[in-house]
């Protein structure tokens, strides 16, 4: 007897999202309403030596079917009502042989190492060198690759290990090698290949009809940029190593989940599967329809409330995504890239490399650092919560104007892992000004708290650049685990000048992949609707009313954006001292 036949009554429909992040998988189970109904997550193992970050494929999948049965089980979800599912990763690259198993990309030579995380930096020179050739493809990718792209991680890894690559037989971006291990289907997404493998999406343009979209050869490549790489030979089989096919996110696959994957995932064989997104844009497609009870009242048009929107994802890195209708080009920044994330809209990319990353650097080679560690946990409170309540004491204490005039002899540059946009220079280097002998908890405060300004003052260079290329962005959208952070978020209202709508949900990187299961089950006409139907605002958090603290973070902004030129200056005094 089936599971239908035993529940006489009709099952709900629910929609599941996987998100695959840098240090674990998650999975999230959502109502018809966009409400979460339970999650859960699993570790993933990761290793680093020097600039390389390498995973396992198939640790991310035994972790992945890990968190999928414990958020079925959490949320009470029987595997027939999961009518879809979505996968969301980071843009790390997967490589397999022609049995789908792993094949190395680490100098170890261990088989289990056969991604290159999304953070490795070991392909700089090559993407160096891609970069002077000067391609058209390099327009859409603000001017030049970056060695967080895959193009330039093929190339080193062509140069630097030839057995490997004589093996593989499939380079995938991580999102769509788990849409391919779930379907057996190797259909690419416009979102990974156009916006890391200089895919040129609007090539599909002409293709946007259902029927059309069905079978979406790959017509977007450009050999010659291939060729002149030094990669051509990916461009044989019509791109069989890279992607034949491309659809847009949410497309169908293949006949859903296989009975193998199903199996593995404890969910019925033929459930539909979307095309998937990276992480970061999944976040964007989860919380970018967001409305508030004022946004009805407004005579603007939806066009015109979503391209006044950027939408910050903050985990590991920041990722920030605005759309547009008309393709705008931006020195430094990622994009234009077309369909990348909302179908029919061009997506700009901006980003900060490291973040969440950056201030867990910060804290954790401070020497109060493990006294500040044990308080929290006899707190039983996060470290970052106790931080922010050390801040508001000492602001007390000291008769701050407000918590920010605290760092005033303190400015941080947050380029630690060089700077992704808008200056796209990946040798700038972070800068501290300000340190003293102190090694208390409340000097580790400060440090902290103008870390959070410098990232902040990062998003605010990055606003200001698009908007003087052509967006007219008002309004941002956080999410992220960063985004639970009040002072975090309440620095950035503040610095960048614009409103913060949160959203109602806690995990809408989850709800963005689920969003694609929905569309793949065709519970919604298309991606749009569904954003509409299932994205949810909740808390708004404005700029400070206060006059002293904008004129006060003007200044900082002044000095934030000298760092960076007296690192220029000071590069050119040491390279002619040693010419």
Not at 351 to 377: F, K
Not at 500 to 511: A, D, G
Not at 531 to 558: C, E, F, T, W
Request: aromatic letters at 6%; one cysteine or more.
């Amino acid at each position: 007897m089936t599971t239908a036949e035993l529940n006489p009554f009709p099952s709900r429909s629910v929609f599941l999202g996987v998100d695959v992040g840098t240090g674990s998988a998650r999975a999230g189970l959502f109502d018809e309403n966009g409400k979460l109904l339970g999650s859960a997550s699993s570790p993933i193992q990761i290793w680093k030596d020097g600039d390389c970050v390498e995973q396992s494929s198939t640790d991310i999948w035994h972790a992945v079917c890990a968190a999928v049965k414990s958020a079925c089980s959490l949320s009470n979800v029987s595997d027939v009502e999961v009518k879809g599912i979505g996968f969301a990763a980071t843009c790390s690259l997967v490589a397999v042989d022609a049995e789908g198993s792993p094949v190395t990309v680490s100098w170890s030579g261990d088989s289990r190492r056969n991604i290159i995380v999304w953070m490795d930096h070991r392909a700089v020179e090559q993407a160096e060198r891609i970069n002077s050739y000067n391609s058209p493809v390099l327009q859409y990718c603000g001017g030049g690759v970056s060695p967080e792209m895959e193009p330039p991680k093929l190339l080193w890894v062509k140069e630097n290990l030839k057995e490997s690559w004589s093996m593989v037989y499939k380079w995938m971006d991580l999102s769509d090698w788990l849409s391919y291990r779930a379907t057996g289907d190797d259909t690419r997404s416009l979102c990974t290949t156009v916006c890391k493998w200089t895919y040129l999406g609007h090539a599909h343009m002409s293709q946007m009809s259902e029927k059309a979209s069905r079978d979406m050869e790959a017509c977007g490549w450009d050999d010659e940029f291939w060729e002149e790489i030094g990669l051509g030979d990916l461009v044989d089989g019509h791109h069989t190593k890279i992607g034949r096919s491309v659809a847009f996110p949410g497309h169908p696959l293949g006949n859903g989940l296989t009975a193998a994957a199903a199996k593995e995932l404890g969910l019925l064989a033929g459930t539909p599967v979307g095309t998937s997104l990276i992480d970061a844009h999944a976040g964007g497609v989860g919380v970018m329809e967001s409305k508030l009870d004022s946004d009805s009242l407004t005579k603007e048009s939806d066009v015109d409330t979503l391209c006044s929107r950027m939408v910050l994802v903050c985990g590991t890195s920041t990722c920030h995504m605005a759309v547009s209708r008309e393709k705008l080009f931006i020195p430094g920044v990622w994009g234009p890239f077309w369909s990348a994330m909302v179908p029919e809209y061009w997506l700009t990319e901006g980003g900060q490399s490291a973040t969440g990353a950056l201030l867990d650097h910060v804290i954790e080679n401070h020497v109060a650092s493990p006294r500040l560690a044990n308080r929290a946990a006899s707190q039983k409170v996060s470290v970052f919560e106790l931080l922010n309540n050390i801040l508001k004491t000492m602001a007390e204490d000291m008769n701050s104007p407000f918590i920010a005039a605290l760092t005033s002899d303190m400015h941080i540059l947050p380029d630690f892992h060089g700077n992704r946009s808008p200056v796209a220079d990946t040798n700038s280097k972070g800068v501290i000004f300000g340190m003293t002998l102190d090694t208390t908890e409340k000097q580790l405060a400060l440090l902290y708290l103008a870390t959070v300004q410098g990232i902040a003052y990062g998003t605010r260079h990055i606003v200001e650049h698009c908007n003087e290329h052509g967006h007219k962005i008002d309004t941002l959208l956080a999410c992220g685990g960063l985004s639970k952070n009040p002072l975090f978020i309440q620095e950035h209202a503040d610095i960048v000048g614009c409103p913060i709508i949160l959203p109602r949900e806690s995990e809408p990187v989850l709800l963005g992949a689920a969003i694609l299961g929905a569309v793949a089950a065709k519970n919604y006409p298309s991606l749009h609707d569904a954003m509409k139907a299932l994205n949810a605002a909740g808390q708004v958090v404005h700029p400070s009313s206060d006059p002293k603290i904008k004129k006060y973070h003007d200044a900082k902004y002044r000095i934030f954006r000298d760092l960076y030129e007296q690192q220029l200056s000071h590069r050119s005094i040491i390279a002619q001292a040693l010419a």
